[in-house]
């Protein structure tokens, strides 16, 4: 368990308004990523982090942007959210060098009206 | 276009029975496969994997079989326990770059474990 903690955990709002989700992790572990979670997609990579400030665009980044200021932070960003970004969001971190495993966190249900 | 494939939205087992969980990919570049576990409102947890450079790996209850020349791979539970009844979902891994390997997951198939 990689002590990976997701705010917030549901999250209802509208369309157009910015969203900032967070995930914090306690094991110091470089790679860090945002996955979102929709029936019969299973698990789509949005955005993920390789370090501190280097992150790079996954398969379905559009709307969606992340900063990555310290090891444990990760933050997912929608600048202006529409009904389609309505999903469960997963982070997820992996410990480099060693294994192939993701660790996931909780995740968070946003709901976009 | 759906790279890992599990055709089987839904799985139904007795308890103490074996269940058999598919997976099917198209990309021959894939080095590792995975399988995660998921309960309701809670994260996917790993579960089991295997190196494209082996047909099997074994861990307790669980056992991931790979046939490469069919692009098939199957994790069996033996015995199914109530407590196994979760989302399964199978994942493949590709190196990509030096800064990034890519994972693609399946869509997920549901598993009742029934007493």
């Known amino acids: 368990d990689a002590g990976i903690t997701q705010s917030p955990r549901h999250k209802v709002t509208e369309t157009g308004t910015p969203v900032t989700l967070r995930c914090h992790q306690t094991?110091?572990?470089?790679?860090m990523y945002w996955y979102r979670q929709d029936p019969g997609h299973g698990l789509r990579l949005i955005h993920y982090?390789?370090?501190?400030?280097?992150?790079d665009k996954g398969e379905v980044s559009d709307g969606y942007s992340v900063s990555r200021s310290k090891t444990e932070d990760f933050l997912l960003t929608l600048e202006s959210a529409t009904s389609s970004q309505t999903s469960v969001y997963f982070c997820?971190?992996?410990?480099?060098?060693?294994?192939?495993?993701?660790?996931f966190g909780p995740g968070t249900r946003l709901t976009v009206l | 276009d759906q790279q890992v494939k599990q055709n089987s939205p839904s799985l139904s087992v007795q308890e103490g029975r074996i269940s058999i969980l598919n997976c099917d990919y198209t990309?021959?570049?894939?080095?590792?496969f995975l399988w995660y576990k998921k309960y309701p409102a809670e994260g996917p947890t790993f579960l089991i994997s295997?190196?494209?450079?082996?047909d099997k790996n074994e861990d307790g209850r669980f056992t991931v079989f790979l046939n490469k020349s069919a692009k098939h791979l199957s994790l069996h539970i033996v015995p199914s326990q109530p407590g196994d009844s979760a989302v399964y979902f199978c994942?493949?891994?590709?190196?990509?770059?030096?800064?990034?390997?890519?994972?693609?997951f399946g869509p997920g198939t549901s598993l009742s474990v029934i007493p």
């Open positions: 997820a971190t992996r410990l480099a060098a060693r294994g192939v495993e993701q660790f």
């Open positions: 094991e110091n572990h470089r790679y």
């Open positions: 982090s390789y370090g501190v400030k280097d992150t």
């Open positions: 990309n021959s570049m894939f080095d590792y």
């Open positions: 295997i190196s494209s450079i082996k």
């Open positions: 994942a493949a891994r590709r190196p990509f770059k030096t800064s990034y390997d890519k994972v693609i």
